[in-house]
């Protein structure tokens, strides 16, 4: 789901997954982390402004649901006015690709894991 | 002069905005002022981009209300090439809009406006918000996201994608509407619309029970400014503007193309955003309000009959006179989302809405468009002069729906301020009620000024001689 920012309407959405995992440009820190995130009541002032912890709160709180969750930050150097990305958030959106899809098999080689029958 | 609290930013709104209120010696208030500090750019940095672009540039103003500018964009590209746009593609558009406020109203309602009036105004801040809501009334708080779901669904059904959609071109649209998706949306209106009414019982049951707090709380008289349909009734998409003076006469109906004619802008050196005024009665005394109150005050009739309902109530508790009271714009804003509802259903059940004539091509034939529409917060306004030749644009006027407030908000913040603010005995419910005077508007001032930003929660106090004396920090 590509979306510019996280609201409210989605909650419905995500309370039908098992799984999420926010990708989002990051200002500052490496050029591609991730790690995993948990319910937190963060609020915020704003509502164009809301962190996927908090999100996720709600999503707890509203649906009792607390699907596992990642977040996938790739860092941008240039954030003026202009078109396309730099050459480094390229690189950045690259490697977070290839991050996101070793992620995704994890999780479903651990979901089969789980689902096999044990001796 | 006395002391100086600063609310920073102001809360549960969309945009970043600064209060300033100034104490006397005996810590009552003298004056407040509503600081709109960001930068706006979008009419500098437009120049030199082809006009059909437009509408894909200018609603990146936005994340709440983008369906508005690309919109009122769009208008101005028809005019442009001076082409009418096709009636299927009319509706579509129309239907889009509906979507949009739908969710932006019920967002408003439920999630900005809500924590005030169903947890209260001195209710403890770490629980006065929306978790403090879903924990108070999961029930209302699931129809919430439900009704914001739904208005972003139609959006999604119709334009391709919640947000930022490509949709709207000079000319009409550029995908026609199939009858699945039509199915969905009729199918989901049906649910929401009692999620509305019990919306609107929430906010007139409020309303009852804080009778005098209503018509007090930030009153004043003022101007009003709204489209309206041919008959006078409320028109949100396309329509006449109509003005109306304190005392409730209908002193002018004009067209939107002709709103230089009407509007001036007033420039204070404490805000970027600027100060718009009904050239009629002069920078003095042609302030006026837009936006749900605005509309509702002005419109004579709703044409859908369940808004009507509510309607006729919501005009009967002002015996005919326009409405003062910023509260009452909560409930007009439900009474909106009604008739959005309604309005949506009536469009979907209409033959031409699966048709695919829903797109005139053309080439620049002006070199001005301006395009009017009622976005959620009120009137906008864009205008447009392109070089015919290159069709790149040479200049842009882009008149906001919360610009044509600002004198509101200022005036608000400043009864309120002088209201409940006691500066010897200073209590957070009582900056909570200056914000909550500008929450009323639902101000989106990064549509605005368009700009980008973050800030933490600041409250500082000034002794006489301008020293630091107390900060607070929200981060």
Redesign the interface.
């Known amino acids: 789901m590509?979306?510019?920012?996280l609201?409210?309407?989605?909650?419905?959405e995500l309370a039908l997954c098992d799984c999420a995992v926010f990708v989002d440009a990051a200002l500052e820190g490496e050029e591609v982390q991730v790690r995993e995130i948990f319910p937190e009541?963060k609020?915020s002032?704003?509502?164009?402004?809301l962190l996927p912890e908090q999100f996720l709160?709600?999503l707890e709180?509203?649906y009792h649901r607390r699907p596992r969750a990642f977040l996938l930050s790739l860092r941008g150097y240039n954030f003026d006015?202009g078109q396309g990305l730099s050459p480094e958030a390229l690189a950045s959106a690259e490697k977070g690709i290839k991050i996101l899809e070793n992620l995704i098999k994890e999780v479903q080689e651990r979901e089969e894991e789980n689902e096999r029958p044990q001796n | 002069m006395g002391e100086k609290i600063t609310i920073n930013p102001v809360t549960r709104i969309e945009g970043h905005a600064r209060v300033s209120i100034f104490l006397d010696d005996q810590g009552k208030v003298e004056k407040t002022y509503f600081h709109v500090d960001q930068y706006r750019g979008y009419e500098k940095f437009t120049e030199g981009r082809h006009f059909s672009e437009m509408p894909m540039i200018t609603e990146r103003i936005c994340g709440i209300c983008p369906i508005s500018h690309h919109l009122a964009s769009a208008k101005a590209c028809d005019v442009i090439i001076g082409v009418e746009i096709p009636r299927p593609a009319k509706l579509l558009r129309e239907l889009v809009h509906m979507g949009q406020i739908i969710q932006s109203h019920s967002m408003h309602f439920f999630e900005l406006a809500g924590p005030d009036l169903l947890l209260g105004w001195d209710a403890d801040p770490a629980v006065r918000n929306v978790v403090g809501l879903i924990q108070a009334n999961p029930d209302i708080a699931l129809k919430a996201v439900k009704l914001r779901k739904f208005g972003q669904r139609i959006i999604e059904l119709t334009a391709g994608r919640r947000i930022h959609p490509t949709f709207a071109v000079p000319g009409g649209v550029n995908s026609a509407l199939d009858e699945a998706r039509r199915d969905e949306m009729l199918s989901f209106l049906e649910e929401g619309i009692p999620y509305i009414q019990e919306g609107i019982e929430i906010a007139k049951k409020w309303i009852s029970q804080h009778k005098d707090e209503c018509d007090q709380f930030a009153s004043f008289p003022s101007g009003y400014m709204g489209l309206v349909k041919k008959d006078g009734s409320l028109e949100l998409y396309d329509g006449i503007v109509r003005f109306m003076d304190k005392e409730g006469k209908i002193v002018r109906e004009f067209e939107g193309r002709d709103y230089l004619k009407y509007i001036g802008e007033k420039v204070e050196d404490w805000s970027y955003l600027k100060f718009p005024f009904f050239k009629e009665f002069g920078p003095e005394e042609g302030f006026y309000r837009v936006g749900p109150l605005g509309r509702l005050n002005v419109a004579d009739s709703i044409s859908t009959p369940l808004a009507q309902k509510e309607f006729l109530e919501f005009k009967s508790l002002s015996g005919g006179k326009p409405q003062e009271s910023s509260l009452y714009y909560h409930y007009a804003r439900l009474i909106e989302t009604l008739y959005a509802a309604e309005r949506a259903m009536e469009i979907l059940k209409d033959p031409d809405v699966l048709s695919l004539d829903v797109l005139h091509f053309g080439t620049p034939q002006n070199e001005e468009g301006i395009g009017v529409i009622e976005a959620p917060r009120g009137t906008l306004i864009h205008h447009y002069f392109v070089d015919t030749a290159s069709g790149a644009m040479k200049k842009s006027n882009l008149i906001v729906a919360t610009g044509h407030n600002n004198w509101a908000m200022c005036k608000a913040v400043d009864l309120v301020a002088k209201g409940f603010v006691d500066g010897k005995n200073l209590k957070e419910g009582m900056l909570n009620r200056v914000e909550g005077a500008i929450r009323c508007y639902d101000p989106c001032l990064s549509c605005s000024t368009h700009a980008v930003g973050k800030m933490p929660l600041i409250v500082e106090i000034y002794n006489q001689e301008g020293k630091l004396e107390k900060r607070i920090q929200r981060d």
Do not use: A, I
Request: zero cysteines; charged letters at 20%.
């Open positions: 590509f979306l510019q920012e609201s409210l309407d989605l909650l419905e009541n609020p002032f704003l509502s164009h402004h709160f709600w709180e509203l006015f």
